[in-house]
């Protein structure tokens, strides 16, 4: 079970953070995905970061302004998100998997299993 906190309303050229749990699961033994659905678009993938080796993959639009980083001790993954404009408006989800090889060509709604429930995040002035 994936746990989500975070997320609400920002105003444009701010910043948000949203922190993902993995209930039961050790952070290493996981790959992490970010994923963002806005009304009327299909779930996209926003970033990954694989458990055993840190590799990243970061969508085009928000490379240089998202980031994510993991506390161990905790068991929490972070997505750290800045310079948020109206297009980054959407329900953002956290998904897991212990099965993605390559983040780099996996880093996809259908290659993971797990859910969180969903926050919303919503850019407007």
């Known amino acids: 079970r994936l746990v989500e906190s ?3 309303l920002v105003e444009p050229g701010g910043s948000v953070r949203l922190s993902c749990e993995p209930s039961g699961y050790r952070l290493n033994s996981l790959t992490i995905g ?3 659905q806005a ?4 779930r996209e993938a926003v970033l990954c970061i694989r458990g055993s080796d840190g590799s990243t993959y970061f969508e085009d639009s928000v490379r240089g302004r998202f980031s994510t980083y993991r506390d161990n001790a905790a068991n929490t993954v972070y997505l750290r998100m800045s310079n948020l404009n109206t297009e980054d408006t959407a329900v953002y989800y956290c998904a897991a998997d212990f099965q993605i090889t390559s983040v780099q060509t996996m880093c996809t709604p259908g290659h993971f299993g797990s859910w969180g429930q969903g926050t919303q ?3 407007s002035a």
Do not use: Q, S
């Open 34 to 36: 970010w994923f963002r």
């Open 6 to 8: 975070g997320g609400g």
């Open 121 to 123: 995040v919503t850019v």
């Open 39 to 42: 009304p009327g678009k299909e």
